[in-house]
């Protein structure tokens, strides 16, 4: 007797469960994806990552330019080789993406800006974050990852994105290319690196 009160019980909850995460979820409106091709200037407009009062609106990412390389070759080209212990001990390759930010009008200078430890590469199954003594290195003159700009100016900045051999083959990454990822809500805007 006990075991079929148990099992009513069970049976039960998992019923009131699903309802509830049917209710909790039926109205939930999924980010529309937009993909955008290298080279074209993307405006953020008033879409954001987190919540939506980032203030973005006003700014404009382009990528220019974007290649794998060694964590070897990366910090033989900044002159840099004495930085390698300070990269993470599975990062083998550097994602590097050449990007220019542009602040058309907005007027928020100092306020709010671009946070780039929120922008990711996104690949079909695999995701690759800011490397940040890599950012350093390749940015020197760069205080930190978040900035504004004056409007009606740009800046170029080299990301580089750490790739980990363990998690996701060089091969895999150079045969599906990654994407990146400037806003994720409402609209998820990605550019293509190729």
């Known amino acids: 007797m006990k075991k079929i009160i148990f099992i009513s019980l069970t049976v ?7 309802v509830r995460f049917y209710l ?3 109205e939930v409106d999924l980010p529309v994806v937009q993909v955008f091709p290298k080279g074209q200037e993307v405006p953020i407009a008033n879409d954001f990552f987190i919540n939506s009062d980032e203030g973005m609106d006003g700014y404009n990412v382009t990528v220019l330019d974007a290649e794998l390389v060694s964590v070897d070759n990366f910090l033989q080209r900044y ?3 004495e930085q390698s212990e300070n990269i993470g001990i599975f990062t083998d390759y550097i994602y590097m993406v050449r990007v220019s930010f542009g602040n058309q009008n907005n007027p928020f200078v100092n306020e709010k800006g671009i946070d780039l430890q929120v922008y990711y590469l996104k690949g079909t199954d695999y995701v690759l974050s800011l490397e940040d003594t890599c950012y350093r290195i390749a940015n020197p003159d760069m205080p930190g990852t978040s900035f504004s700009l004056r409007q009606g100016t740009d800046m170029e900045l080299i990301l580089p994105f750490s790739v980990m051999s363990s998690q996701t083959s060089r091969n895999h990454i150079l045969d599906e290319p990654p994407k990146l990822q400037i806003s994720l809500y409402p609209h998820q805007k990605l550019i293509e690196l190729y």
């Open 79 to 81: 002159n840099a080789d």
């Open 24 to 26: 909790v979820n039926r």
């Open 12 to 18: 039960v909850l998992i019923f009131v469960w699903g």
